[in-house]
């Protein structure tokens, strides 16, 4: 079974405040995947990755940048936190290989005050 | 682009009775796309449920299925007869490769409760 695993998972922050958001994935797999989930939306993609060093835009980027420093881990990054940014955030990792079923994280509840 | 559309919830089952989620799709980048339902229990992460890349084929898992209908567009989520551990999050969702990313577009979840 896929392990992918998110930290922290519940965040308190202030506006203005930075906040990193971390996932570990141990499958080995290629593509990394960061969504947010807002109620009255599906899982919205915010940046992506093909693989270490990579890192993409998704449908919804503004405010967040993303780093991925190694094959394992996928950070989001937001560097001037805002209430709008408040939401529950979703780690992704898939083989990017033919195979487009994502393995998910468990989430990360982030409220901006 | 691409779109997902399901059934708005939240839906209520009383134990032991059939649910049917509805998903109807447009997928404007490919004519077949994979299509998918995920799960997400309380607490947890997403969780694929089933997967069907073949038009007019059938998936099935945990009891539930879901028929892929290139006609109606469909992919709808069965099941003859639910229990309480099935309540949670549905999600439908389809994928479609472009390049090596092979994205996945949600529809907005429908939220079921099954009640004893």
């Known amino acids: 079974e896929a392990a992918v695993t998110q930290s922290p998972r519940n965040k308190v922050a202030v506006t203005g405040g930075k906040v990193t958001l971390s996932c570990n994935q141990t499958?080995?797999?290629?593509?990394m995947y960061w969504y947010r989930q807002d109620t009255g939306h599906g899982l919205r993609l915010i940046h992506y990755?093909?693989?270490?060093?990579?890192?993409e835009k998704g449908d919804i980027p503004d405010g967040y940048k993303a780093s991925r420093p190694s094959q394992e881990n996928f950070s989001l990054i937001l560097e001037l936190a805002t209430p709008s940014q408040t939401s529950v955030y979703f780690c992704?990792?898939?083989?990017?290989?033919?195979?487009?079923?994502?393995?998910f994280g468990p989430g990360t509840r982030l409220l901006v005050l | 682009g691409d779109s997902v559309t399901q059934t708005e919830g939240p839906v209520t089952v009383s134990e032991s009775e059939s649910l049917i989620i509805n998903c109807t799709y447009s997928?404007?980048?490919?004519?077949?796309?994979?299509l998918f339902w995920y799960v997400r229990y309380p607490g947890e992460g997403l969780q694929l449920l089933l997967k069907?890349?073949?038009?007019?084929q059938k998936g099935s898992s945990r009891g539930f299925e879901a028929t892929y209908n290139k006609e109606t567009t469909s992919f709808h989520l069965q099941k003859a007869s639910v229990q309480e551990s099935d309540s949670a999050v549905y999600y439908c969702?389809?994928?479609?490769?472009?390049?090596?990313?092979?994205?996945?577009?949600f529809g907005k979840g429908t939220l079921l409760t099954v009640t004893p």
């Open positions: 997928a404007t980048s490919i004519a077949y796309p994979n």
């Open positions: 990755s093909y693989g270490a060093g990579s890192t």
């Open positions: 969702a389809l994928g479609i490769s472009g390049g090596s990313n092979y994205k996945l577009t």
């Open positions: 992704a990792s898939g083989p990017g290989t033919g195979q487009d079923t994502q393995y």
């Open positions: 069907v890349i073949t038009a007019g």
């Open positions: 499958n080995n797999h290629n593509n």
